[in-house]
């Protein structure tokens, strides 16, 4: 299974945030934001933080690719 980001990419654009800012708000680390940028798996907590932060759902973050 992977996943894509690209929908975080997206809204950080759309509100002009950096991936930096966002690592800010959050607390979470770069390493994570690089797992991101290569769509692996990170923890719901990490989803969540980014929820709250940028007052979204989790739709709005992440979405599933599913293998064929």
Known sequence: MEYSYNKL????IDKRM???D???QTGIT???IAKMGKNKAVSMDVIGKICVALDCDIGDVVDI???E
Do not use: Q
């Open 9 to 12: 990419w997206k809204l950080l």
């Open 30 to 32: 770069s390493s994570t």
């Open 22 to 24: 966002l690592m800010e």
């Open 65 to 67: 690719i599913k293998d």
């Open 18 to 20: 950096r991936k930096k």
